[in-house]
């Protein structure tokens, strides 16, 4: 299995600040027949499902804003909030979808600080 | 808009059988794919199984492969998951997700979940 290791665990941010959250995986993610990296990134807010953010590791979702970014490729891949706004506060999760079992990282808590 | 609604939730003895129902609207269920992901109390998130548009093809994860079955009806416009032989590490809040488009299996629309404990 794909094992997916997300670091920090938890991270304090000042409003208006740029949070970084990233997401290692135990082998590349790079499909080479379409150059795509089969990686997604995930917002849950407390008591609610998770959220689609990001796919193909860069792709913003529909309605997601502008200041969610997703980069890297191969194993390492990064998910920015440019500038942290209030209703940030969510854990987040990277999740490979190149092979099954899909795996999930195991979650980066964000607060204010 | 697109909605995933779960049910058949509850409490379950170790051992004993539970069948979960996602109705889905919004948009033309049996073109898309569908998950099973489920987080067991305070952790993260575990994909449980996936089967395709038509029926035809199903993967599990190994922790339930042999005892729980995805399957879906699509005159109905809804997906099941059958447990059997449950087990105390089954307990979770219990979701599905649609594949995402063009048969991608990432996770697009979430359930608002189902919780699932078994207990005795």
């Known amino acids: 299995d794909i094992v997916m290791t997300q670091s920090p665990d938890s991270l304090a941010v000042s409003l208006g600040e740029r949070a970084t959250i990233n997401c290692k995986s135990s082998?590349?993610?790079?499909?080479?027949?379409?150059?795509?990296?089969?990686l997604g990134w995930y917002q849950q807010k407390p008591g609610q499902p998770p959220k689609l953010l990001i796919y193909?590791?860069?792709t913003r979702q529909s309605g997601v804003p502008a200041r969610f970014s997703g980069g890297g490729s191969g194993t390492d891949f990064t998910l920015t909030i440019s500038s942290l706004q209030a209703e940030d506060v969510a854990v987040y999760y990277c999740?490979?979808?190149?092979?099954?079992?899909?795996?999930f990282g195991q979650g980066t808590k964000l607060e204010i600080k | 808009q697109v909605q995933l609604v779960e049910s058949g939730g509850g409490v379950v003895l170790p051992g004993r059988s539970l069948r979960l129902s996602c109705a889905a609207s919004?948009?033309?269920?049996?073109?898309?794919?569908m998950h099973w992901v489920r987080q067991a109390p305070g952790k993260g998130l575990e994909w449980v199984a996936v089967?395709?548009?038509?029926?035809?093809?199903?993967y599990y994860t190994d922790y339930v492969r042999g005892r729980f079955t995805i399957s879906r009806d699509n005159s109905k416009n809804t997906l099941y998951l059958q447990m059997n032989s449950l087990r105390t590490e089954d307990t979770a809040v219990y979701y599905c997700?649609?594949?995402?488009?063009?048969?991608?299996?990432?996770?697009?629309?979430w359930g608002q979940g189902a919780l699932v404990t078994v207990s005795s």
């Open positions: 997700a649609r594949v995402g488009v063009e048969g991608v299996p990432y996770f697009d629309y």
């Open positions: 919004g948009f033309a269920f049996s073109h898309y794919g």
């Open positions: 089967i395709s548009l038509d029926g035809r093809n199903k």
């Open positions: 082998q590349s993610l790079l499909y080479s027949s379409d150059n795509k990296n089969y």
């Open positions: 193909w590791a860069s």
């Open positions: 999740q490979q979808y190149y092979i099954n079992p899909y795996t």
